[in-house]
């Protein structure tokens, strides 16, 4: 995979995607309004539509939109539950023991530190909730391998339940290449890690700095969505396997990039 390529590729896709037609820009920083809006005319980049689409078909688009969260969501719940799971000891320990009837900023760290030796309960609870939060983190991680492709699988082929075609999605990655495709993650983790610090910079901004970035985050959001879903059809389209003929023989014979 030529990352340099594809890299470039996706900037230029969101830089004309957004200059070309102010209008275009401005129609999609209203539909993050209504967000369904945006993350159909992110289907709409998914398919491989170049060059940047022109917003319309508002009721598709929407539509699109409500599939393509519903399958985020279905990838996402996983994490979530285990994540609510971690703190139900916590919580369940905190009333149980009486501590959210305690005034603990008037306690001295001695009458602290004997308050909870009396409840070891506490320790047993903490234990369990970082045990489950550190499964969650691994999970998210896990699941984030299948739904980079999952969305875009969904999108190519319209049906929901190809976002969760496992068996699909691995055989893609493997004609991909495992490597490649973890760097492919690894670099889009990055660029957004990078984009999210840039708006951040705004905020130190005096007096106005709140104001900055969220003007900063509704301006810059559309090319960044425009770039990284680009960059995530690139991702999926290498690997499309390919067909060749083969001498003698009136049959193609697939072969995988």
Known sequence: MDFGAMLDDSFTYAKKGVCERGTRWLLLIMSMIIFPLILGYMVRIYRGEKPAPEPGEWWTTFVDGLKLLLVQIVYLLPVILLVILAFVPMIST??????????????????????????????????IMIVLLLLAILLAIIISVFSYLGVVLYARTRSISEAFNFSAILARIRRIGWINYIIALLVITIIGFIFSMILNIFSFIPVVGDIVEIIAMVILYVPFLLFSARFSALVYDAGEEISVPVAGQSDLIPINL
């Open 94 to 127: 905190l009333i149980s023991s009486g501590a959210l009837s305690e005034d603990f900023g008037s306690m001295s760290d001695s009458q602290s530190e004997r308050w909870l030796g009396s409840h070891p309960e506490f320790l047993s609870a903490a234990g």
